[in-house]
């Protein structure tokens, strides 16, 4: 099966997650809940990864962390591992502990409000998953979570658990334990309205759908990197939403690409005719040049349907007809030198 491309740097931040193999509870007791925070221990000191916040749920867990080493790979393999091995010890079993390959969204660590989006959306999961009682529970009543340390000064705070960053992201001064309570318990009353649930969802929908959180520019920072792992590997062996806009990215400049040898630049190409031979030879093209989607495609070109696609690719393979064959000529002994293609 394709694996998600791993997308490591010095200083980079992630949002992690990982579940529970079927959905199964990763921690039976309190003492696996201990145990899983002392192995966590374990491996940021290994690392040096220093954690911004962190959630342990019955089946789940999240984490923001930052590694100023390109080690994330590398630390949750132990970290999965060597925990899964001690719960599988205590417990007297055996088997998988965690469901496939963990989730890490890229989190710009530099520009914007990402931190404070990311954190507040791991503090508020023991609220939206019915463990504590709303309006009735304090959001620091919960032990499992970075919440209480950052609000409790009687809180031990762990040496692998810094504030500052996600304070500073929100507006608030070192220490200022009370305004992020006050600011933290605002947003618990957010989740008791439909609105505010809404609007809530709405700046958590990149976190739960997407592959990276940021602005544009840190977006081509992260496919810059993204290609030159498709690059050094087989591209085949790899899937995700990195992969997919490297994908797309790479089809745009080919189009211009395509389109400049075939004599086409300035040309409206989806307004003109779907069967039109160009087009159907750019299809045929692209589709085996890169890795997007036939449908991306159709999009593109202003085919219509996808099957259209489809259809092009195995007259152009064919190349029975002269012109269609003239063009695929034209295409791949141009096109592909001047896209800096080597296919032999």
């Given at each position: 099966m394709a694996r998600k491309i791993r997308i490591q740097y010095a200083?980079?931040?992630?949002?992690?997650?990982?579940?529970?193999?079927?959905?199964?509870?990763?921690?039976?007791?309190?003492?696996?809940?201990?145990?899983?925070?002392?192995?966590?221990?374990?491996?940021?000191?290994q690392t040096g990864?220093?954690?911004?916040?962190?959630?342990?749920?019955?089946?789940?867990?999240?984490?923001l962390a930052e590694t100023p080493e390109a080690n994330l790979v590398d630390g949750m393999k132990w970290l999965q591992s060597t925990y899964t091995q001690r719960y599988n010890s205590r417990h007297k079993v055996f088997g998988h502990l965690f469901q496939g390959r963990y989730k890490a969204l890229v989190v710009d660590g530099a520009e914007g409000n990402y931190f404070g989006v990311v954190s507040t959306y791991i503090h508020l999961n023991p609220v939206r998953a019915n463990l504590l009682r709303m309006g009735k529970d304090s959001l620091a009543e919960y032990q499992w979570?970075?919440?209480?340390?950052?609000?409790?000064?009687?809180?031990?705070?762990?040496?692998?658990?810094?504030t500052e960053r996600v304070m500073s992201n929100l507006g608030f001064k070192a220490g200022d334990r009370a305004g992020y309570a006050a600011y933290m318990e605002g947003r618990v009353l957010e989740l008791e309205t439909k609105a505010g649930r809404e609007e809530l969802n709405q700046q958590w929908r990149a976190i739960r759908r997407g592959w990276y959180l940021g602005e544009d520019g840190f977006r081509e920072r992260l496919l810059e990197r993204a290609a030159k792992i498709l690059q050094a590997g087989r591209e085949a062996t790899y899937s995700g939403g990195a992969k997919v806009e490297h994908g797309e990215g790479e089809a745009e400049r080919l189009l211009r690409v395509g389109l400049a040898v075939l004599g086409m630049e300035g040309v409206d190409v989806q307004a003109a005719a779907k069967g039109m031979a160009e087009k159907q030879v750019?299809?045929?093209?692209?589709?085996?040049?890169?890795?997007?989607?036939?449908r991306w495609v159709s999009g593109r070109l202003g085919m219509g349907d996808e099957s259209r696609v489809t259809q092009a690719i195995r007259r152009v393979k064919k190349a029975a007809e002269p012109g269609l064959a003239r063009l695929k000529r034209q295409i791949e002994e141009r096109a592909d030198r001047a896209a800096g293609l080597d296919y032999e």
């Open positions: 200083g980079a931040v992630y949002h992690v997650m990982a579940r529970g193999n079927q959905g199964r509870r990763i921690y039976a007791n309190d003492q696996d809940r201990k145990l899983w925070l002392e192995t966590l221990a374990e491996g940021c000191e990864w220093q954690i911004h916040a962190f959630v342990l749920l019955p089946n789940h867990y999240h984490l979570s970075s919440y209480p340390a950052y609000v409790r000064a009687r809180v031990r705070r762990p040496p692998w658990l810094t750019l299809a045929w093209w692209l589709c085996g040049r890169t890795t997007v989607r036939r």
